[in-house]
Structures are given as structure tokens and as C-alpha cells.
């Protein structure tokens, strides 16, 4: 089982890259960065603490390292999401 739980922290870990790549590639176009939700970003990111707390508390290092990992990346996305919504009044 400890093998099914570092491959589903894997897939985890891929599914926030597409994103993370987009978004690092459009960061300066204000348009394209307007379509990314905040509140999604938010909850993203907070349920990456969750896990990587409630991960290390029970010794689950699939469910906390993998989490070490997305929990930044989510972060990256909402503040360059928030910086166009500061800039744009």
C-alpha cells in the first residue's frame, strides 16, 4: 500500500504542473491571469497546509511530502493572481 500512496502523491504533484507552467509562462498578461479563480487558489492552498500538518501528525509521508511540493506551487498561482487583481484596481 505504501507504494499506492507514493504514486497517487505523484500524480498529485502532476496535475498542479500544468497549471503552474501555464501560469509562470503568462504571468505578465493581465487577461489571461483574470481567469484564474482566487477562491480555487485559496482553497488549493490551504488544503496543501491541511494536508502537509495532518501528513506529518500521523507519519503519512505520501500524504505530507507530496503536499511539501504542491502547497508552494498552489501558493505561486494565487499571489501572482492576486498581484493582477491589486494592480488592476
Not at 37 to 51: N, P
Not at 62 to 89: D, K, M, Q, W, Y
Request: charged share 10%; glycine share 8%; net charge positive.
Amino acid at each position: 500500500m505504501i507504494v499506492l500512496g507514493w504514486l497517487v502523491g505523484l500524480v498529485d504533484v502532476g496535475q498542479f504542473l500544468p497549471q503552474a507552467r501555464h501560469t509562470l509562462r503568462l504571468r505578465k498578461d493581465a487577461t489571461a491571469i483574470r481567469g484564474l479563480s482566487v477562491w480555487t487558489w485559496t482553497i488549493a492552498t490551504l488544503q496543501g497546509i491541511a494536508w502537509v500538518v495532518y501528513g506529518f501528525a500521523e507519519g503519512l509521508l505520501p500524504i505530507a511530502v507530496p503536499n511539501l511540493v504542491i502547497t508552494p506551487i498552489c501558493a505561486t498561482i494565487l499571489a501572482i493572481r492576486l498581484s493582477h487583481r491589486a494592480s488592476s484596481g
